[in-house]
């Protein structure tokens, strides 16, 4: 049953994830980290894991992207967030301590700085606290996300209203003729 392998499969995903957010709420404490739970999770079990932890703030209400555009990174597994990262100009880091390609999504992982064990994760959330993420993997698969994206980099609502614009001088311009 694909259903149960899922539940299964990221039960232990989680408990990877708590472990490695102790560790570094730990060794980095004048960082906060905000856990944003999926749709789907339960924000208690983040609240009780992380009580006694001032530096870990679970949040589940509001809109994610204002927590985007004010982190100086995201962290994700297989999740959209890590997506809303990369077009928010932020280095982006999969944690995949776990991989299981039926139950997985590829896109946000392979558009992010895969990393798949804590020393690799603590190497990468240093690089981005010191100012030192110059990833050129970020850059080009930032570049490949917008080629295959329509609009990522436009507002499709002024492309609309240009095109809507240029048609009405058009028939404007023939009625007057006429």
């Known amino acids: ?6 539940s299964e499969f990221f039960e232990g995903v989680l408990t990877d994830y708590l472990q490695a957010i102790k560790c570094f709420a730990d060794e980095f404490k004048d960082l906060n980290f905000i856990i944003r739970p999926h749709p789907s999770e339960s924000i208690v079990t983040y609240e009780n894991y992380f009580k006694d932890f001032e530096n870990v703030i679970p949040l589940k209400q509001g809109n994610v992207a204002n927590w985007i555009i004010n982190a100086a990174g995201v962290i994700h597994y297989d999740c959209t967030t ?13 944690f995949v301590p776990r991989h299981n390609e039926k ?6 992982i392979y558009m992010s700085k895969k990393v798949t064990t804590i020393k690799d994760l603590k190497e990468a959330i240093s690089a981005i606290v010191n100012g030192e993420h110059k990833d050129a993997d970020f850059i080009e698969k930032q570049d490949e996300f917008y080629k295959t994206l ?29």
């Not at 049953?1 to 899922?6: A, E, G, I, P, R």
């Not at 890590?82 to 999969?94: D, F, R, S, T």
């Not at 240029?166 to 311009?173: G, P, V």
Request: glycine share 4%; aromatic share 8%.
């Open 150 to 178: 329509s609009n990522a980099k436009d507002f499709s609502a002024d492309n609309i209203v240009i095109k809507l614009i240029s048609k009405l001088d058009k028939i404007t311009y023939q009625f007057k003729i006429n």
């Open 1 to 6: 049953d694909k259903l149960k392998l899922k």
């Open 82 to 94: 890590g997506l809303e990262g990369l077009l928010a100009n932020k280095p982006v880091i999969a």
């Open 103 to 108: 139950v997985v999504a590829w896109l946000p």
